[in-house]
C-alpha cells in the first residue's frame, strides 16, 4: 500500500472527486523540502463532489478534527451547503479541504491556476504552480509561509534556467 497522503490522493482521483492540490504537499511535489502533516485540496465544494469525497474517504472513519467531539463526516445534500472548508482526520493522514485560496480565489479560479503533473505510477492529479503558489503563499502573510516563499522562488528560478538550456 502506498504512504498515507499518496494513498489518499489516488483515492481521491479514483473516487471522481474534483479537487487542486494546494499547500505544503504541492510544494514537496514541485521540490520544496519541508515537511508537512496533511495534505491540502481545493474542492469543488457541490453536493456531488461532497458526497463523492465522502463516499471515498468512508472506509478510512474521518472525522472533523476541528471539532472538539471529533464528529463522524456525515454529509447530506443539505449538510453540503453549510460548508467553506472540511478539516478531516482519516486512518491514514489529515485532509484539508478548502472551497478557496486567498490571493487565487475559488475552485474554478484555482483549476485555472494549476497544471496536471505526474506523481509517479501514472497517478495524473492537478497540482497548483509554483507561480500561484507563490502568490497563494504570500496572500497567507503568516510567518512559516516566508520558507516556502524563498523556497519556491529558488525553484522557478531553477526551472527557469533548465528551460533556458
Known amino acids: 500500500m502506498k504512504g498515507g497522503f499518496l494513498n489518499l490522493i489516488e483515492r481521491l ?17 514541485h521540490g520544496c523540502t519541508y515537511v508537512t502533516q496533511d495534505i491540502d485540496i481545493c474542492c ?14 468512508k472506509e478510512l472513519h474521518p472525522v472533523h478534527r476541528m471539532t472538539p467531539q471529533r464528529l463522524k463526516l456525515k454529509l447530506t445534500v443539505e449538510s453540503c451547503t ?11 493522514g489529515q485532509v484539508d479541504c478548502l472551497a478557496s485560496i486567498d490571493g487565487l480565489g475559488d475552485y474554478k479560479d484555482v483549476e485555472k491556476l494549476s497544471e496536471i503533473t505526474d506523481l509517479g505510477g ?7 504552480t509554483v507561480d500561484s503558489l507563490i502568490k497563494a503563499r504570500k496572500a497567507m502573510k ?18 527557469k534556467k533548465n528551460r533556458e538550456i
Open 44 to 57: 469543488d465544494f457541490s453536493a456531488d463532489n461532497l458526497l463523492a469525497l465522502q463516499k471515498v474517504l
Open 82 to 92: 453549510r460548508f467553506k472548508n472540511l478539516y478531516l482526520d482519516t486512518d491514514i
Open 142 to 159: 503568516r510567518p512559516r509561509d516566508r520558507e516556502a516563499v524563498l523556497q519556491l522562488e529558488a525553484i522557478k528560478k531553477m526551472q
Open 122 to 128: 501514472g497517478l495524473r492529479i492537478r497540482v497548483l
Open 13 to 29: 482521483k479514483k473516487g471522481g472527486v474534483k479537487f487542486v492540490l494546494v499547500g505544503g504537499f504541492a510544494g514537496v511535489v
